[in-house]
């Protein structure tokens, strides 16, 4: 039962152009949502989070939108880098439910084309 | 300040055998979480461990426990080991349980023949 999904395992985008990922997520009890970025050979990075008291975060290039009402997030990335090719997982976390640990999605490869 | 290190980095292993894995967490973080990474399924939670006492547990068997140490330094220990046990493990810590941001190692790639 995937609680985090992430419907594209991976994506291809023209650099200098926005990339979006999405994830969906089933639990409703999930208050605190976060992206990561795996680069090959290396552990995942923390990119951005957003709790479920806002519905958009922006850190530079990077956006995250949450739309609590369609349980659905989104990652943009504008413009788009080659240094942006990766692989990005979505997360989620319930902390007020006493459980928080941290749920991933399957992770959406992305890559920028020159 | 040091990263997350984990030992080994990779490890060929038989059927049945059992494996321990390691993790040094940030100097100052006291909280470690273990993951299992593979193509199908992504990053799947193992456990955490926080001052030395399990806090959460994902859904695996038995076969796979922890420990954490006084220095937060953790183990992870497969017994029995199975094919589909061939993954990504991956360790991380965080200062405090139910963190935020969680910093990340390299990962251990078990590969079970």
């Known amino acids: 039962d995937q609680q985090v999904k992430q419907n594209s395992p991976s994506l291809s985008v023209q650099e200098g152009r926005i990339s979006i990922l999405n994830c969906d997520y089933t639990n409703s009890m999930f208050d605190y949502f976060l992206w990561y970025k795996k680069y090959p050979a290396e552990g995942p990075t923390f990119l951005i989070s957003?709790?479920?008291?806002?519905d958009k975060n922006e850190d530079g290039r990077f956006t995250v939108f949450l739309n609590k009402s369609a349980k659905h997030l989104s990652l943009h990335i504008v413009p788009s880098q080659p240094g942006d090719s990766a692989v990005y997982f979505c997360?989620?976390?319930?902390?007020?439910?006493?459980?928080?640990?941290?749920?991933f999605g399957k992770g959406t490869r992305l890559h920028i084309l020159p | 300040k040091a990263g997350v290190t984990q030992t080994p980095r990779y490890l060929i292993k038989t059927r049945g055998q059992q494996v321990t894995l390691s993790c040094s967490p940030i100097?100052?973080?006291?909280?470690v979480s273990w993951y299992q990474q593979t193509p199908g399924q992504g990053l799947q939670f193992l456990f955490e461990?926080?001052?030395?006492?399990?806090?959460n547990k994902g859904n695996f068997p038995g076969r796979f426990s922890g420990r954490q140490f006084s220095n937060s330094r953790s183990e992870m220990n497969v017994s029995t080991l199975e094919l589909g046990d061939s993954a990504l493990y991956l360790c991380a810590s965080s200062y405090m349980t139910g963190s935020d941001e969680q910093f990340f190692g390299p990962g251990t790639r078990l590969t079970v023949l």
């Open positions: 461990y926080f001052s030395e006492t399990q806090r």
């Open positions: 997360a989620a976390r319930a902390p007020l439910s006493g459980d928080d640990k941290i749920i």
């Open positions: 100097s100052g973080h006291r909280s």
């Open positions: 957003i709790s479920s008291i806002k």
